[in-house]
């Protein structure tokens, strides 16, 4: 099993639709969550990090997290084409070591 | 936010050379640096990590004496690609976390590898 699991889609949404991408991780030690958006050939770029439950809103980005389900994901509203690229979730435990283990990646298309 | 400066972004080599890929911090120090490699259509996997003044812990399958890494100040670490070939080829990124302690990562523009 996979530590940090995303599916690796395509995810293809309508231009002003709502994306949402999702991850689950298997370490319930996991204490800090990042999505990053990458374009191709590209460095990944941080998004939104969260590290308590509930929900954590940044312009039209809102990152999710549910520990006790152990699952994370990012809603993109009013999805615009610059938003199409390649999201990647991680996680990090916190203390010694701070190993950042990331998914595979969702890529997201969104359609004029 | 805080910015990595990474470079070459592009290097094209010939076989049994060797390349150094450097890693600056510009803005903030860093506790830590990481290197990543991506092959196309890939997750990042992580190469190594670096601390400053101490020697790297490296991931296993990862080549130590293939991959050297130095991190010689809170703003520096360098990937050397020791006699590459053409399985090195690859898109090669470091991240970096600032000082004082957080958990987020900045990540510098990567390098692009080909080796002929």
């Known amino acids: 099993q996979k530590e940090v699991e995303q599916n690796s889609g395509p995810l293809s949404v309508p231009e002003g639709a709502i994306a949402s991408l999702n991850c689950t991780y298997s370490d319930r030690g996991s204490q800090s969550f990042f999505w990053y958006r990458q374009y191709s050939g590209k460095s990944p770029e941080l998004i939104m990090f969260?590290?308590?439950?509930g929900d954590k809103e940044d312009g039209r980005f809102t990152a999710q997290l549910n520990k006790a389900s152990q699952y994370v994901s990012l809603l993109i509203r009013d999805s615009q084409p610059s938003d199409s690229a390649t999201y990647l979730c991680?996680?990090?435990?916190?203390?010694?070591?701070?190993?950042?283990?990331f998914g595979t990646g969702t890529k997201l298309q969104v359609i004029p | 936010g805080a910015v990595v400066s990474q470079h070459p972004s592009w290097v094209i080599c010939k076989s049994g050379t060797s390349v150094k890929i450097e890693c600056r911090s510009l803005d903030f120090q860093a506790t830590t640096m990481f290197w990543y490699r991506q092959f196309p259509k890939q997750s990042l996997m992580l190469m190594a990590t670096s601390n400053e003044g101490s020697k790297a812990t490296y991931e296993q399958g990862v080549e130590k004496d293939k991959f050297l890494i130095n991190h010689a100040s809170l703003t520096l670490s360098t990937l050397t690609v020791t006699s590459a070939h053409p399985e090195d080829s690859s898109f090669y990124i470091c991240?970096?976390?600032?000082?004082?302690?957080?958990?987020?990562?900045?990540f510098g523009s990567g390098t692009q590898l080909s080796v002929l």
């Open positions: 991240s970096a976390r600032p000082r004082p302690v957080n958990e987020k990562l900045f």
């Open positions: 991680a996680a990090i435990k916190s203390g010694g070591y701070q190993k950042v283990t």
């Open positions: 969260i590290y308590s439950n």
